[in-house]
């Protein structure tokens, strides 16, 4: 371990709950802020109704058709 002498200075009983917290304190800072910057959440969070969402089906490709080396047509679809 790199630091292990911070031990010395520090006991693992105060320094353990102090990072850990600060740890959990950043966290939720960090989420907070994120949710407060997005214009989505209170929509969600207050319910109602949403915004459909369109899909564009694609597009069939029309049939290609080739002549085999017997001199058959074949079609092919994809």
């Known amino acids: 371990m ?3 002498r ?7 009983t105060v320094g353990l709950p102090l ?3 600060g740890v959990a304190l950043t966290a939720l800072g960090i989420h907070v802020a994120v949710l407060a910057a997005t ?3 209170p929509a969600y969070w ?15 490709a ?9 001199g058959e047509q074949a079609t092919l679809t994809f």
């Open 2 to 4: 790199n630091n292990a």
């Open 6 to 12: 911070i031990w010395l200075v520090v006991k693992p």
């Open 19 to 21: 990072f850990l917290g």
């Open 39 to 41: 214009d989505w959440y």
């Open 46 to 60: 207050n319910g109602g109704p949403t915004a459909a969402q369109t899909v564009v089906a694609p597009v069939a």
């Open 62 to 70: 029309e049939p290609a058709s080739l002549t085999l080396p017997t």
